[in-house]
Every structure is written in C-alpha cells, then in structure tokens.
C-alpha cells in the first residue's frame, strides 16, 4: 500500500504504445524505478499490419505490443500495468497517477505518451462528450496557434515541458509521427530524463580521487 512516506518511483509513463515502450526499456536499462501504464488501445489497432518499422515490416499491432512487453519484462525495476490512468495532480514530490482500479502511483517525473495529439482534438471531441481527461492540459502544459489553425502544446525536441519533470512525447506531441518515429522519440525523451537523473545524483564527493602525476624530473 503506497502511504505519504512511500518514496516516488523515479518515472511513471502513461501509455504503452511505440513511444512508452521505447522509453520503459531504456528507463530498464539505466535501472530506474518506472512504471508504465498502458490501457492497450493504440491508434492502429484497427489495421491489420503496420508497415514501415525497419525489421518489424507487416506485422501486426498487437504482435509489435507483445514483442515489446515480452523484451521488457526482462528489466526488474520496470513494472508494466494493463490499466488506465483515470487522473493526474502535481504535488511537491513530483506527480500522482490514480488508475482505473483505484490504485495511486506516484513518480517524480511523468511522460504523457497517451496517443493522438489532445490538445488538437480535444476541443471538438468535448461537443459530443465531458468524459474526456486530457492529463496535460490539467497539468498546466501550455500550448500554442500552429500555421494550420489548430493549437499543440509547447513541447521541446526531447518531451520537455513549461512543467518541470512533465514530457510528452509521440502522437500526444506531434499528431502523427509513425511507429518508428514514435519509438525515437520514446527513446530520446528517456535518454534524456536518465541524463538529468544522473546530474541529479551525482554528487562530487563520489568521484574517485585521482593523485596529482608528479613533475617530471629534469
Ligand atoms: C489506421 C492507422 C494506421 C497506421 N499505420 C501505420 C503504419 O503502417 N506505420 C506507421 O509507422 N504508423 C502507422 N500509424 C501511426 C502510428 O500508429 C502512430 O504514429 C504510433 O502508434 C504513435 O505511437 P504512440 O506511442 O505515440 O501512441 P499509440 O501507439 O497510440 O499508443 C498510445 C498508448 O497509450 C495508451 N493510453 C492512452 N490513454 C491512456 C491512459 N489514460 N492510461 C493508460 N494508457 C493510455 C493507449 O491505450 C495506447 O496503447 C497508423 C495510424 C493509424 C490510425
């Protein structure tokens, strides 16, 4: 049972797709505590073969999710969850995550990898229902006119956000980036939330001392 005395993981990612995954296994591999979350609904569920992914050509969507759970599993500080977020809230620590079962996750940092870019939806889908989250607008994510009339949130080249600790990476970034773009993204978002961690970490006193050469005698 998490209490207030439970320390945050190091990342929670909400959503299981090319992106999420991506940035779960590298997550695994620099060993920070992560837990992803994924409803298993991704946006190309409805096709029968995904096409375009070097090695990966013609298969299909699900097949791309299982390959993907299966090789994550073998990273022991990653916990994957078949469950949907149901709400998000900043706190001093960091983020809390409430999913559909009830259950709170709490991390000190959260990537949005939710699929389809909200902020260009969400406006339109909101006049047929109220039932809509979109977790970074609620979060205070800013965003802004695109050349093409609709509005994306401010978002930098690695996921960054005006939120400190907030990415958004993939589809939920750019509309449309494809399998394979999805995954870089993933990746590099994660590449560089293991970079500032490490900063973080990192203390001088750490360092290992290395004695001074002596001057050469003439
Ligand atoms: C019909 C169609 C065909 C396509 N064909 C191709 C193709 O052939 N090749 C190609 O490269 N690209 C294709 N694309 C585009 C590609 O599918 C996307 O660009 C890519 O999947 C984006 O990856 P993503 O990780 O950002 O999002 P997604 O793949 O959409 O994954 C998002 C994940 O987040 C989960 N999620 C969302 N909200 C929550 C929540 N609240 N809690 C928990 N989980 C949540 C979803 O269930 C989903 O699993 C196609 C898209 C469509 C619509």
Same mark, same amino acid.
């Given at each position: 049972?998490?209490?207030? *005395?439970?320390? /945050?993981?190091?990342?929670?990612?909400?959503?299981?797709?090319?992106?999420?995954?991506? &940035?779960?296994?590298?997550?695994?591999?620099?060993?920070?505590?992560?837990?992803?979350?994924?409803?298993?609904?991704?946006?190309?569920?409805?096709?029968?073969?995904?096409?375009?992914?070097?090695?990966?050509? *013609?298969?299909?969507?699900?097949?791309?999710?299982?390959? &993907?759970?299966?090789?994550?599993?073998?990273?022991?500080?990653?916990?994957?969850?078949?469950?949907?977020?149901?709400?998000?809230?900043?706190?001093?620590?960091?983020?809390?995550?409430? =999913?559909?079962?009830?259950?709170?996750?709490?991390?000190?940092?959260?990537?949005?990898?939710?699929?389809?870019?909200?902020?260009?939806?969400?406006?339109?889908?909101?006049?047929?229902?109220? *039932?809509?989250?979109?977790?970074?607008?609620?979060?205070? @994510?800013?965003?802004?006119?695109?050349?093409?009339?609709?509005?994306? =949130? *401010?978002?930098?080249?690695?996921?960054?956000?005006?939120?400190?600790? =907030?990415?958004?990476?993939?589809? &939920?970034?750019?509309?449309?980036?494809?399998?394979?773009?999805?995954?870089?993204?993933?990746?590099?978002?994660?590449?560089?939330?293991?970079?500032?961690? &490490? @900063?973080?970490?990192?203390?001088?006193?750490?360092?290992?001392?290395? /004695?001074?050469?002596? /001057?050469?005698?003439?």
């Amino acid at each position: 049972m998490i209490t207030t *005395d439970t320390p /945050p993981l190091d990342l929670v990612i909400i959503g299981g797709g090319p992106a999420g995954m991506s &940035a779960a296994l590298i997550a695994g591999r620099a060993l920070l505590d992560a837990t992803i979350v994924n409803a298993e609904s991704p946006r190309n569920a409805v096709t029968t073969a995904s096409h375009g992914f070097l090695t990966r050509d *013609d298969v299909h969507p699900t097949e791309l999710v299982a390959i &993907a759970k299966q090789q994550l599993a073998t990273y022991g500080t990653v916990r994957y969850l078949n469950d949907t977020v149901v709400s998000t809230r900043q706190t001093a620590k960091g983020f809390e995550v409430v =999913l559909g079962d009830g259950f709170e996750h709490r991390g000190e940092r959260l990537a949005l990898f939710g699929g389809e870019s909200a902020a260009h939806y969400a406006p339109m889908i909101r006049m047929w229902t109220d *039932d809509l989250m979109v977790f970074a607008e609620s979060l205070g @994510v800013t965003s802004s006119s695109t050349d093409w009339g609709t509005t994306a =949130l *401010d978002v930098g080249d690695t996921g960054g956000t005006n939120i400190g600790g =907030l990415y958004v990476v993939g589809d &939920a970034k750019t509309g449309f980036s494809g399998v394979v773009g999805a995954a870089a993204e993933g990746a590099a978002c994660a590449e560089s939330i293991v970079h500032e961690i &490490a @900063v973080e970490r990192w203390s001088p006193t750490l360092a290992v001392s290395v /004695p001074a050469t002596p /001057p050469r005698s003439a």
